[in-house]
């Protein structure tokens, strides 16, 4: 077992990659009651194409279907997961992103008997014609949900029409004919290829003793059996670097409309402290010039353009990433342009020096400070960015290693006219 | 869990001291008796105290600022609790004791008394273009409700059964309320709130709670006061009962169902009301989520709600409008099934298990742990978790079962695109 230790932070990270090649994390955390345990396959929404493990054609899979993949995990032949966690009084859950699928539990108590729990009901696949069919009524009414948020619609709205045909494009749960096409089958490929422990990552955090914990999961995967791995083999359709749609809109039940300002972004091939340092380049640019204390944020809220909804968002994963900038507002048009002249005003003549950016540096060190609070943080961030080749840890020393220069490299590929895209939500009130 | 100090008549401190985050949470709750006009004059005064203060004198001043105090945070907010409706300042800060320097905690002391003590003002009010804007912010969050179907449909199911009464009156107040509010009624909302309300004041961090509370007494010099009761309801409040269908232009069905129980928080068979409710939806291993989700397919969520200081439960699904008449029978049918004693030791024993996960959990963030001391900090004994969770242990079936026949069902509310006639009977 390997330390790492961050003495700045007051934090001891213990790892170990066990011989089937799952990484296990384990963070102890003083003074906490509950543990969270999360185990985290890399595979998403986006993973529709591929070599299945031991086949050598590529196939095409329904969309949706890693989604699909993780509501099926918990039906097993003698009953509900959600039953066994239960009487063991932890709250489990289970969540799908573009590219990962992650199973966590969170208990205050029977540490090892949920581990156990979780460590085995995903390394147990058990899926029916009849329990799958059964599952589509029920995602069926979750997607529907989703159709009557605005908020979703706008957001996703947004990255469909950056895409021309990037799966990213695709909602993460398919659609309601998408998922009628899933059959078990699909779903057993699917989890042979994807959910291959040396594809995984489970990471501890919280009231937990790393030797102990360590030892419990060795001897876990100790007995049981897995195909010899195979690197992954995904394919994705090249995309230009321009935005696919430049505006669109739709209209739906709200009561003010509602703008996503969309930017395309590259996606160099980095890792490690470069990857961590252009990610957190762009966010810092994004926050000056348009969080709360910009110019931009001052002028349009005393305009009435943006109001409490406002937020930016940045996104980036192994082979997409992209910014937006939202809000409800009365003039979606106005609040757009307004955007649009930022960017423009700003590539021109680059508005931040080196007290802007020390400002930032302050600012970022204290989130991220108060974020290691929460333990479910430290999970779902660590295993993103180890996925991607980076350690959540080095934040800190990357934050200090930022320059201006790294601000403006970071700014081109915002400022680029031809990525932009506007995606509107109008009220549609006349029935 | 906190040390108490009293600073002044109806004005407390609760200090606890932990080593277990790396930040030191601070919040101020004022506490009146709740009504829609003050509840709507709070919610606007709250956001003018958020935006700026004398010191700090702009919006993007005073976010500077807290940037540079390595992005402490500081927002007001307004809630309500029972009968009783709260504005609260919240901040968070870095422990100095992780940074290079000194300070950070002060600093956010200073601000927090700043921004109840001092703020920004010009000719003896709030500055009339700070107002304007943050009524209309106000009023454009009150409408954004008809955008999010499901708080939508929630609330109209609280309008509708309990019409004008703390039980519907939003936290931020109403847009006639608010759309009506001059200048002058926040001021006075404000004077109010500092020298009337009942005030809690929390503190959880790596802080000494004695050299702390002396910090907090001369930075927030309080006036003694003796708080406001709410008047209790002289008539039982009711409202529409059976049924209510409503439509918009939407594709899902809104299914919420409101149920009564005479079983209030703090009495004797509040916690077994706790459990019953867990029961009955508050969990995924709960009978709403097993038979309408994992046995019929009909929902993805299908849960309970169990608003203890109203006397109601109340229930949501988004369901296929087609079925909506169907999946209220079979909520129905749980509902019964639990008055007619079909509770298995397993359910007893998860609902158990999980409550008490549930509460140890919330523990786990300083935030958490004052939401919960507040709840429960001034039931007769105080308050512990170990203790709380003591007294779901001896609960059996049988007193499950009892609770269970306590609960009436009120008013079915279906929010749906789909066509239908009204049939309530008032």
Redesign the interface.
């Known amino acids: 077992m390997r330390t790492l230790e961050f003495d700045r932070l007051q934090e001891t990270l213990y790892h170990e990659e066990l011989p089937n090649g799952l990484q296990v994390f384990i963070l102890p955390k003083k003074g906490f009651s509950k543990t969270y345990v999360s185990f985290t396959t890399k595979y998403g929404s986006i993973d529709n194409t591929f070599k299945p493990l031991g086949k050598s054609d590529m196939v095409r899979v329904p969309d949706g279907i890693a989604h699909f993949l993780e509501h099926k995990m918990f039906e097993k032949e003698d009953g509900d997961v959600f039953q066994k966690f239960g009487a063991n009084g932890a709250s489990a859950n289970a969540f799908t992103s573009f590219t990962r699928t992650a199973y966590l539990f969170s208990a205050t108590d029977n540490l090892y008997p949920n581990t156990e729990l979780l460590l085995d009901f995903v390394q147990s696949p058990y899926f029916t014609e009849q329990t799958v069919e059964k599952e589509k009524g029920i995602i069926g009414q979750e997607i529907t949900m989703y159709d009557d948020q605005p908020d979703w619609r706008a957001y996703f709205g947004a990255i469909e029409n950056l895409y021309k045909s990037h799966p990213v494009k695709i909602d993460i749960a398919g659609t309601v004919e998408s998922i009628a096409d899933i059959t078990a089958d699909h779903l057993y490929e699917c989890y042979h290829t994807f959910y291959h422990p040396s594809n995984m990552l489970v990471f501890a955090v919280g009231a937990v003793d790393p030797e102990e914990m360590m030892a419990f999961i060795r001897e876990n995967q100790a007995a049981k059996t897995f195909d010899k791995p195979e690197p992954i083999v995904r394919e994705f359709p090249q995309e230009p670097a321009s935005a696919d749609v430049p505006a669109r809109s739709i209209k739906m039940d709200v009561s003010k409309p509602k703008v996503q300002f969309a930017v395309k972004l590259p996606h160099p091939d980095l890792s490690g402290i470069d990857a961590l340092k252009h990610e957190l380049a762009a966010e810092i640019l994004l926050d000056l010039l348009f969080g709360r204390t910009s110019d931009f944020f001052t002028e349009a809220y005393e305009e009435g353009l943006i109001d409490e909804s406002f937020g930016t968002e940045y996104t980036s994963e192994a082979g997409f990433a992209f910014a937006v900038i939202g809000t409800d507002s009365k003039d979606p048009d106005k609040f757009a342009e307004k955007v649009r002249a930022t960017l423009r005003s700003a590539a021109e003549k680059f508005p931040f020096g080196q007290d802007a950016l020390d400002r930032q540096l302050r600012r970022r060190t204290g989130l991220f400070l108060r974020a290691l609070n929460s333990i479910e943080y430290i999970a779902n961030q660590f295993t993103r960015y180890t996925f991607n080749g980076m350690n959540l840890f080095d934040t800190v020393p990357a934050l200090e290693d930022l320059q201006v220069k790294d601000l403006q490299d970071a700014l081109v590929p915002l400022a680029d006219e031809q990525a932009w895209s506007v995606f509107q939500v109008l009220p549609d009130k006349g029935e | 869990m906190f040390t108490e100090f009293r600073l002044a008549e109806g004005v407390r401190l609760f200090v606890r001291r932990?080593?277990?985050?790396?930040?030191v949470t601070f919040s101020l709750r004022f506490r009146q008796p709740m009504t829609a006009a003050g509840a709507s004059a709070r919610a606007v005064l709250a956001n003018i105290l958020e935006d700026s203060n004398e010191t700090h004198p702009?919006?993007?001043a005073l976010?500077?600022a807290?940037?540079?105090?390595?992005?402490?945070?500081y927002y007001t907010d307004v809630g309500k609790r029972g009968d009783y409706h709260y504005v609260s300042f919240n901040a968070?800060?870095?422990n100095d004791k992780?940074l290079e320097e000194e300070g950070v905690v002060d600093w956010t002391v200073r601000l927090l008394a700043d921004s109840v003590f001092r703020p920004n003002m010009q000719d003896g009010n709030f500055k009339p273009q700070i107002f304007e804007?943050e009524k209309?912010?106000v009023l454009?969050?009150l409408?954004?409700l008809?955008?999010?179907?499901t708080r939508f449909a929630q609330q109209r199911l609280m309008q509708l059964m309990r019409p004008d009464s703390p039980e519907s009156i939003r936290a931020t107040g109403d847009e006639e309320h608010v759309g009506a509010l001059a200048g002058q009624d926040v001021l006075d909302a404000y004077k109010r709130m500092i020298s009337e309300d009942e005030v809690d004041i929390y503190v959880a961090g790596d802080v000494d709670p004695e050299a702390f509370s002396e910090e907090i007494r001369s930075a927030f010099n309080f006036e003694g006061r003796i708080p406001a009761v709410s008047p209790q309801a002289a008539t039982e409040r009711r409202g529409k009962t059976g049924r209510v269908y409503e439509r918009?232009?939407?594709?899902?069905g809104k299914l919420h169902i409101g149920f009564s129980t005479p079983v209030l928080f703090g009495t004797e068979d509040f916690p077994k009301m706790q459990l019953t409710n867990g029961i009955f939806g508050g969990?995924?291993?709960s009978k709403l989520?097993?038979n309408v989700?994992?046995k019929e397919?009909?929902?993805?969520?299908a849960a309970s709600s169990y608003l203890s200081r109203y006397g109601l439960i109340t229930v949501s699904s988004?369901?296929?409008p087609e079925q909506a008449e169907k999946a209220a029978a079979l909520i129905d049918e749980q509902l019964e099934a639990m008055k007619a004693g079909e509770i298995s030791d397993?359910e007893l024993?998860?609902?158990?298990?999980?409550l008490?996960?549930?509460l140890?959990?919330a523990?786990?963030?300083?935030r958490g742990q004052i939401e919960i001391f507040d709840q429960y900090k001034d039931l007769p004994g105080g308050f512990s978790p170990e203790a709380w969770i003591a007294k779901w242990e001896p609960v059996t079936k049988e007193d499950i079962q009892k609770m269970a026949g306590t609960i009436e069902k009120e008013l079915v509310y279906l929010l749906s695109g789909k066509e239908e006639s009204d049939d309530a009977d008032a």
């Open positions: 932990t080593t277990q985050f790396k930040t702009s919006r993007a976010r500077s807290l940037e540079n105090m390595y992005g402490t945070l968070e800060c870095v992780l804007r209309q912010t454009e969050r409408s954004s008809y955008d999010d179907k918009q232009a939407m594709k899902q969990f995924p291993h989520f097993m989700r994992e397919s009909l929902a993805y969520y988004g369901v296929d397993l024993d998860q609902t158990k298990a999980m008490a996960n549930q140890r959990e523990l786990d963030s300083a």
